[in-house]
């Protein structure tokens, strides 16, 4: 889900036995002790308590739902069927909102006796279940669904028009239909069947199997989801919508149709952006391995709420900006097909898909695109509080939190693509994406890690433990000196770090080290394993800086160190050389000197003053573009150079080719 701005009103409830009542369909209802607790806040979440029931697998689900706009009213009937995973199972559990009423529940051989609760239900089955058999229970229930989280499901209008759409993540599935609300355990395939009033469209998950005009005034849509999902990527959105088609064709035999809902004053707003999907389509699916649900559709449905939710099949949004479009389309792979096993892992899901909105960018425009959006990641990431594992999934802000979860955790990936490197980077990514352990079902960071690590060989426990489960970020520090060797120089760098959080003071993080001089420079990777430590680089150029991670791989501050002066007088060698028109001489001064910087001929005849005066401490360099005095290009030779500096003098030949 892209979003940047939190809105959520949600009641918390407590029940008590002693309000239970004998309901007119035979359950028993505890909605009566229902209490509004202020003590969470706006924004706060009824997070999932275990009440879905752990002794079955849902396989399918049918939803039979009629929508009434005006009064507000939702009539549904879900029929549920699920496999035995216990050794003995007598009574069944699923999450249900207090704000619906449950009518009936029917079993293999009628009416079951049920207990309706304030966020689920209980029901008494006719027998005992033993492990490995098949059980199925069809639910009758009604209601006006509340509003949480992100909305979960809202009657609204557009238009004078009704306009009815769901946004059930994280909690809000249970809002609206009777199902077990568990990101581990995914339903195989779902029907769903929505009646409206006439004059409206639905959208919904996997293929439009059919439409129905019913006679009286009302229209219904039948859609089919024969891929696995889970129960909060469970979506509809319903109003006039205008259609807006295209077709992604990735091989000859692999292609399926783009259906996208718009409303009809944004048809022309959706028209070009969406053009994008193809080529987005095709990244991702080169990037990751194939569009995960080829063999429905994907697109995309207008809805109500700010931002965009990446519901399976078909995103809702409520705009077509291309980072929106991309962000959502990648988490078909990372979120709808593989679904982060639990909340406090939601990165997985996020940060994956703010990753992927640069993947997009660097293999469509380039790889300036891709540095240029994470630029704009690492900001928010740096502002990051908490891990990146979310321990407190109770609110709206803490569990989206995007500077958190969505920004950290996309740069989490951009550090690790380069600990791997670019090959083992994205070969661990379609690795995971292809991997039957989590392909359509879900995954957790371990899982995760497993994968990159047995793709490259690498033992990666130090940079999870370090940015999944730690806090903040290196700060550099370092101090360099350089000195003439036999063959060249010789660099000596102090690397020193502190931690951003006292939670995590020392990242042990492969640092990239640039030395430049002149026009030379040379990247070399340093491991630290303490704060402080000492490298040393031996170069065949007069060294004139010293950077830090100087392409931003990290998620780091770097300190600009206090002027390192050179140890000695030195003269580097010209480069180029041989060189043609021109070239650079350095040169290094461990204090302030008066100075003259003289070209010669092989006769000892001066040919240029380059330079000459008083110059500060540190490493100076010139040009020389092959011309005398006079500003006249010389010919073709061997010429020398001579640095004089107080009493040191040092001399170095180069040779011009015109």
Same mark, same amino acid.
């Given at each position: 889900?892209?979003?940047?701005?939190?809105?959520?009103?949600?009641?918390?409830?407590?029940?008590?036995?002693?309000?239970?009542?004998?309901?007119?369909?035979?359950?028993?209802?505890?909605?009566?002790?229902?209490?509004?607790?202020?003590?969470?806040?706006?924004?706060?979440?009824?997070?999932? +308590?275990?009440?879905?029931?752990?002794?079955?697998?849902?396989?399918?689900?049918?939803?039979?739902?009629?929508?009434?706009?005006?009064?507000?009213?939702?009539?549904?009937?879900?029929?549920?069927?699920? =496999?035995?995973? #216990?050794?003995?199972?007598?009574? =069944?559990?699923?999450?249900?909102?207090?704000?619906?009423?449950?009518d009936s529940v029917l079993g293999e051989t009628g009416s079951l006796p049920f207990f309706q609760l304030?966020?689920?239900?209980?029901?008494?089955?006719?027998?005992?279940?033993?492990?490995?058999?098949?059980?199925?229970?069809?639910?009758?229930?009604?209601?006006?669904?509340?509003?949480?989280?992100?909305?979960?499901?809202?009657?609204?209008?557009?238009?004078?028009?009704?306009?009815?759409?769901?946004?059930?993540?994280?909690?809000?599935?249970?809002?609206?239909?009777?199902?077990?609300?568990?990101? #581990?355990?995914?339903?195989?395939?779902? *029907?769903?069947?929505?009646?409206?009033?006439?004059?409206?469209?639905?959208g919904s998950n996997g293929t439009l199997a059919g439409t129905q005009t019913n006679g009286d005034g009302?229209?219904?849509?039948?859609?089919?989801?024969?891929?696995?999902?889970?129960?909060?990527? =469970?979506?509809?959105?319903?109003?006039?919508?205008?259609?807006?088609?295209?077709?992604?064709?990735?091989?000859?035999?692999? #292609?399926?149709?783009?259906?996208?809902?718009?409303?009809?004053?944004?048809?022309?707003?959706?028209?070009?952006?969406?053009?994008?999907?193809?080529?987005?389509?095709?990244?991702?699916?080169?990037?990751? +391995?194939?569009?995960?649900?080829?063999?429905?559709?994907?697109?995309?449905?207008?809805?109500?709420?700010?931002?965009?939710?990446?519901?399976?099949?078909?995103?809702?949004?409520?705009?077509?900006?291309?980072?929106?479009?991309?962000?959502?389309?990648?988490?078909?792979?990372?979120?709808?097909?593989?679904?982060?096993?639990?909340?406090?892992?939601?990165?997985?899901?996020?940060?994956?898909?703010?990753?992927?909105?640069?993947?997009?960018?660097?293999?469509?425009?380039?790889?300036?695109?891709?540095?240029?959006?994470?630029?704009?990641?690492?900001?928010?990431?740096?502002?990051?509080?908490?891990?990146?594992?979310?321990?407190?999934?109770?609110?709206?802000?803490?569990?989206? *939190?995007?500077?958190?979860?969505?920004?950290?955790?996309?740069?989490?990936?951009?550090?690790?693509?380069?600990?791997?490197? *670019?090959?083992?980077?994205?070969?661990?990514?379609?690795?995971?994406?292809?991997?039957?352990?989590?392909?359509?079902?879900?995954?957790?960071?371990?899982?995760?890690?497993?994968?990159?690590?047995?793709?490259?060989?690498?033992?990666?426990?130090?940079f999870f433990d370090e940015w999944v489960y730690g806090e903040g970020y290196p700060r550099y520090s370092?101090?360099?000196?350089?000195?003439?060797?036999?063959?060249?120089?010789?660099?000596?760098?102090?690397?020193?770090?502190?931690?951003?959080?006292?939670?995590?003071?020392?990242?042990?993080?492969?640092?990239?080290?640039?030395?430049?001089?002149?026009?030379?420079?040379?990247?070399?990777?340093?491991?630290?394993?303490?704060?402080?430590?000492?490298?040393?680089?031996?170069?065949?150029?007069?060294?004139?800086?010293?950077?830090?991670?100087?392409?931003?791989?990290?998620?780091?501050?770097?300190?600009?160190?206090?002027?390192?002066?050179?140890?000695?007088?030195?003269?580097?060698?010209?480069?180029?050389?041989?060189?043609?028109?021109?070239?650079?001489?350095?040169?290094?001064?461990?204090?302030?000197?008066?100075?003259?910087?003289?070209?010669?001929?092989?006769?000892?005849?001066?040919?240029?003053?380059?330079?000459?005066?008083?110059?500060?401490?540190?490493?100076?360099?010139?040009?020389?573009?092959?011309?005398?005095?006079?500003?006249?290009?010389?010919?073709?030779?061997?010429?020398?150079?001579?640095?004089?500096?107080?009493?040191?003098?040092?001399?170095?030949?180069?040779?011009?080719?015109?």
């Amino acid at each position: 889900m892209k979003r940047r701005t939190f809105l959520a009103a949600i009641l918390t409830f407590a029940f008590s036995l002693q309000a239970i009542t004998q309901t007119a369909a035979g359950g028993l209802d505890v909605r009566g002790a229902c209490a509004l607790k202020g003590a969470g806040g706006a924004g706060s979440l009824q997070e999932r +308590g275990g009440f879905s029931d752990p002794g079955i697998h849902v396989t399918y689900y049918r939803l039979r739902l009629i929508l009434s706009p005006s009064p507000a009213l939702l009539t549904g009937e879900v029929e549920a069927k699920a =496999v035995c995973v #216990s050794e003995s199972l007598s009574t =069944v559990q699923f999450d249900l909102s207090g704000s619906m009423t449950v009518d009936s529940v029917l079993g293999e051989t009628g009416s079951l006796p049920f207990f309706q609760l304030l966020q689920g239900f209980q029901v008494q089955l006719e027998r005992t279940y033993r492990k490995g058999e098949t059980l199925t229970l069809q639910t009758y229930y009604r209601g006006v669904p509340v509003a949480t989280g992100f909305g979960s499901f809202e009657f609204s209008s557009q238009g004078g028009v009704p306009w009815i759409w769901t946004l059930s993540e994280p909690y809000g599935a249970r809002n609206w239909w009777p199902c077990k609300d568990d990101n #581990s355990d995914k339903a195989d395939s779902v *029907d769903m069947f929505v009646t409206v009033p006439a004059g409206l469209k639905v959208g919904s998950n996997g293929t439009l199997a059919g439409t129905q005009t019913n006679g009286d005034g009302t229209t219904t849509f039948h859609w089919s989801e024969r891929y696995p999902i889970a129960a909060y990527l =469970v979506s509809l959105a319903a109003t006039n919508y205008a259609e807006i088609d295209d077709w992604f064709t990735y091989t000859s035999s692999d #292609s399926m149709p783009i259906v996208n809902y718009v409303l009809p004053r944004t048809l022309s707003d959706g028209v070009g952006a969406l053009g994008e999907t193809k080529s987005m389509l095709r990244i991702f699916s080169d990037a990751y +391995g194939l569009y995960p649900f080829i063999k429905e559709k994907y697109g995309h449905s207008e809805f109500g709420l700010g931002g965009a939710m990446e519901h399976q099949t078909m995103t809702s949004t409520t705009n077509f900006v291309e980072n929106t479009i991309s962000h959502e389309l990648a988490h078909q792979w990372f979120g709808d097909m593989i679904t982060c096993a639990n909340w406090p892992s939601l990165w997985l899901n996020e940060g994956f898909a703010v990753f992927s909105e640069s993947v997009f960018l660097e293999r469509f425009y380039g790889a300036a695109a891709y540095r240029a959006h994470m630029e704009d990641v690492m900001t928010a990431a740096m502002n990051a509080t908490g891990t990146l594992y979310v321990q407190d999934t109770s609110t709206v802000a803490g569990l989206f *939190d995007y500077n958190r979860v969505y920004a950290k955790g996309a740069w989490t990936l951009h550090m690790l693509r380069h600990v791997l490197g *670019d090959s083992a980077f994205f070969r661990s990514m379609r690795a995971y994406a292809g991997d039957p352990r989590f392909r359509f079902r879900s995954a957790t960071t371990e899982g995760f890690r497993s994968v990159c690590e047995s793709v490259s060989g690498k033992d990666l426990g130090y940079f999870f433990d370090e940015w999944v489960y730690g806090e903040g970020y290196p700060r550099y520090s370092y101090r360099w000196t350089s000195a003439a060797t036999a063959g060249g120089y010789s660099v000596s760098l102090i690397l020193a770090q502190t931690g951003s959080s006292s939670a995590t003071p020392f990242f042990r993080m492969p640092v990239d080290i640039r030395i430049v001089g002149g026009t030379h420079d040379t990247t070399l990777t340093v491991f630290p394993g303490a704060s402080g430590e000492t490298f040393m680089f031996d170069v065949s150029f007069l060294p004139a800086d010293v950077q830090i991670d100087p392409d931003k791989w990290i998620l780091r501050d770097v300190v600009t160190p206090d002027a390192v002066l050179p140890e000695a007088f030195a003269l580097a060698q010209n480069y180029p050389n041989p060189f043609n028109p021109g070239t650079a001489l350095s040169f290094s001064l461990p204090h302030r000197s008066d100075v003259a910087l003289t070209v010669y001929d092989p006769l000892g005849r001066e040919i240029a003053l380059l330079i000459r005066g008083v110059f500060e401490a540190g490493t100076h360099s010139v040009r020389w573009e092959g011309t005398d005095a006079g500003g006249k290009r010389v010919a073709t030779g061997t010429y020398f150079y001579r640095l004089t500096a107080g009493a040191y003098t040092e001399t170095r030949k180069m040779l011009l080719v015109r």
